[in-house]
């Protein structure tokens, strides 16, 4: 039988919220230092997603459909991250393998919550349009 140390694991969940905490912090302060660069592609990967939700149910109340809304959606965001990346924390690409590593960081599952999000609020908002049609 394992016994826990319950003082232990407490330490470690405040240490990781102490660390959650800065991380955020350094995301909106203006050319952080980010000593653990996977703390930088958390921090790339979880605004993508909130920036895929709050384009998807803006496309959906305008609303926008079909090719122009895809090719807008990957245009606003992949061009939102990369000047987030690059202008405001001023990093080195380099550093995180390229342009494309930085672009590529969570897309998909952006884009997934953009589908979500864009079809709820388009099929809530103009389903009697839809009828019509």
């Known amino acids: 039988m394992v016994a826990k140390n319950s003082s232990s694991d407490y330490k ?57 809304a895809l090719a807008l959606f990957a245009v606003i965001n992949c061009g939102i991250i990369y000047l987030y990346c690059t202008n405001f924390q001023s990093i080195d690409e380099e550093l995180y393998g390229g342009a494309w590593e930085l672009i590529k960081e969570g897309f998909m599952t952006s884009f997934a919550c953009f589908l979500v999000t864009w079809i709820i609020f388009y099929t809530g908002l103009h389903f009697d349009h839809l009828m019509v049609e």
């Open 12 to 68: 470690l969940n405040k240490s990781k919220s102490v660390d959650i905490i800065g991380c955020w912090k350094r995301s909106i302060t203006k050319n952080a230092e980010w000593p653990d660069k996977d703390e930088f592609l958390d921090v790339i990967y979880w605004q993508r997603q909130v920036l895929g939700i709050i384009i998807g149910v803006i496309w959906g109340i305008i609303p926008l459909k079909g090719f122009i």
